[in-house]
């Protein structure tokens, strides 16, 4: 068992001010491992909607809810969006008997619903996988091979880590999004992922996507959106600048979590992928995500121009923009092309994000940062 003290001071601190938290994460990340954790360290009650018996605790929701106090845990609230109405009433209650917290995996509806039913009510905590804060650097390499779900993470031996994660994507497709409301037949969506894997860490194509699956852009689109809204795939937007200069106005797609990845690649083994042509994007989507566990997504992007100046994520810190570059390598260094970029966008840091043990200045604006060291560094910034 590993802890994640980050995520129970997170939820209470959002507690502080709502009276409704949302703990938000895809499928099998640790979500109902760490809710019945903190229900019992609060002695909440606790209400599972994939439960048969819960459902039914729940079928006449005003009645069940309205008279606890303390705290509520609902887990996987999507499930009755009906719900949504009702927390809205209890929330307003003053003096506030109660505080829910509610978990939910499809993003896109369960969104939706809350911001329709809940604005002004909810804060947002989003969760995924384990990260390297939480399993330690010498854990990076099995944390990269393996990604971050937790069975996967934890398995006693990689087979049976990639076992899990192509059980995982064969029950997430044929089971876990039907009962999300998707009619996508699982063979199709299936033919897209393995497809996207190949694209990871470049820029999105959909013509180009759907004439190698013979479907239409707006299908493969419509594909995407369905992996993206289940938190498995991310679409991270380009930056524009008016630096008279032709930019890329497409997104770049990413899935989340490493071991995904490689599973949906067919890369057998962490040797395996040493000496795979896509290692090096592999290393980029994993590196980013750590750091966007640290700064957040919602003001992160990535630019590059037709005249081939790129940089791989700009994200504001303490008001400053700052640059990453994900490299795997030994002894990076400063580009040409990142040169540009620095004053093109005005960057006022470059961290050059690369795997090994040690970090050190490259010049007055740029470092190489060790991946165990970005999260001290984007702290740092003043």
Request: with cysteine; proline share 6%; aromatic share 10%.
């Amino acid at each position: 068992m590993i802890n994640r003290p980050d995520l129970f001071l997170r939820i209470d601190s959002r507690f502080g001010s709502n009276p409704v938290v949302l703990l938000q994460g895809p499928r099998q990340c640790g979500k109902t491992t760490l809710a019945r954790r903190f229900a019992a360290q609060h002695k909440a009650e606790y209400f599972d909607l994939e439960s048969p018996a819960d459902i039914s605790r729940l079928a006449q929701p005003m009645t069940s809810l309205e008279p606890l106090t303390g705290w509520v845990v609902i887990d996987e609230a999507q499930l009755q969006p009906g719900l949504f109405p009702i927390l809205r009433v209890l929330a307003d209650r003053h003096p506030l008997p109660a505080r829910f917290l509610v978990l939910g995996s499809a993003s896109s509806d369960l969104v939706r619903s809350v911001s329709e039913s809940l604005a002004g009510r909810v804060a947002l905590v989003p969760m995924a996988g384990f990260d390297l804060s939480e399993v330690g650097p010498k854990a990076l390499r099995t944390l990269w091979w393996r990604g971050g779900f937790p069975r996967s993470f934890l398995a006693e031996t990689d087979g049976e880590s990639l076992q899990w994660r192509e059980d995982f994507i064969q029950t997430f497709l044929e089971r876990d999004l039907r009962r999300f409301g998707v009619q996508v037949a699982p063979m199709a969506l299936r033919r897209f992922w393995s497809m996207t894997a190949h694209y990871h860490g470049q820029i999105w194509n959909a013509s180009e996507i759907g004439r190698s699956l013979g479907e239409s852009h707006t299908t493969v689109k419509r594909h995407l959106d369905i992996l993206c809204g289940a938190l498995v795939m991310r679409q991270l937007p380009p930056w524009f600048e008016n630096v008279g200069k032709r930019q890329v106005r497409s997104p770049k797609v990413y899935l989340r979590d490493s071991g995904l990845l490689h599973a949906l690649l067919g890369i057998p083994s962490f040797a395996a992928l040493e000496a795979h042509p896509k290692l090096g994007a592999s290393w980029e989507g994993f590196a980013l995500e750590e750091v966007l566990r640290v700064t957040g997504d919602r003001d992160a992007y990535f630019w590059n121009t037709q005249g081939g100046a790129e940089l791989d994520l700009l994200v504001p810190v303490n008001g400053q923009r700052i640059g990453f570059e994900f490299k795997y390598a030994d002894a990076p260094a400063v580009s040409k092309s990142l040169q540009v970029a620095r004053e093109d966008l005005r960057l006022a840091r470059v961290f050059i994000v690369h795997p090994g043990p040690k970090s050190y200045p490259l010049n007055e604006w740029a470092e190489a940062v060790s991946l165990q060291d970005v999260r001290t560094r984007i702290q740092d910034v003043q």
